[in-house]
């Protein structure tokens, strides 16, 4: 630490080289102010592409359907679990170019894609989102206390087939084991 108080003293000795440090520091600082700034933006671009991450959209569904699940008359106390059959999913817009080479005894045609960019921060470019698609429930598990009531067990089945737009036959309704009292 000695050494660099020498050093400035020495360098800030001179207008000219006091004003350079006071530059160079300035520049340094400025340089990791920026670094958080984009990354910040980063993160709240990418929260707006794709909303949520998978793991809490599938939290998200679980609560709102256990909580809907819970009000159909005789269901009573409900467990969910959803999977996935896809995730998020971004579509970019591409600029599509066509390529065509002709001689005399060949005929070649070359379709050529390439993302269109923009600007995000300082220095950044990302890929121009047209679409994105929502993750896609491949399957639901259903335990309810009334589960092994048949007209309960075929409107639970109903309401999560009509909520998901799923198949019956990936949803599994079963009946809720009693709690253990001791």
Request: charge should be negative.
């Amino acid at each position: 630490m000695i050494e660099f108080k020498e050093l400035f003293k020495r360098l800030s000795g001179n207008k000219k080289n006091l004003v350079l440090i006071i530059c160079a520091v300035s520049a340094v600082i400025l340089l990791v102010a920026s670094e958080f700034i984009t990354s910040d933006e980063k993160e709240s671009i990418s929260d707006v592409k794709t909303g949520i991450s998978s793991a809490e959209y599938i939290a998200s569904q679980e609560d709102k359907l256990k909580e809907l699940l819970e009000k159909i008359d005789g269901a009573g106390e409900v467990e969910v679990m959803i999977t996935l059959e896809s995730c998020y999913e971004n579509v970019y817009l591409k600029d599509s170019n066509l390529k065509t080479e002709s001689n005399k005894d060949d005929f070649k045609e070359e379709q050529e894609e390439t993302y269109i960019m923009a600007k995000t921060g300082s220095n950044t470019q990302e890929g121009v989102i047209i679409k994105v698609y929502e993750p896609v429930v491949k399957g639901v598990a259903v335990v309810a206390t009334g589960g092994e009531n048949e007209k309960v067990k075929m409107a639970i089945l109903e309401t999560v087939s009509a909520v998901f737009n799923i198949n019956s036959t990936n949803i599994s309704v079963e009946k809720m084991k009693p709690e253990r009292t001791e």
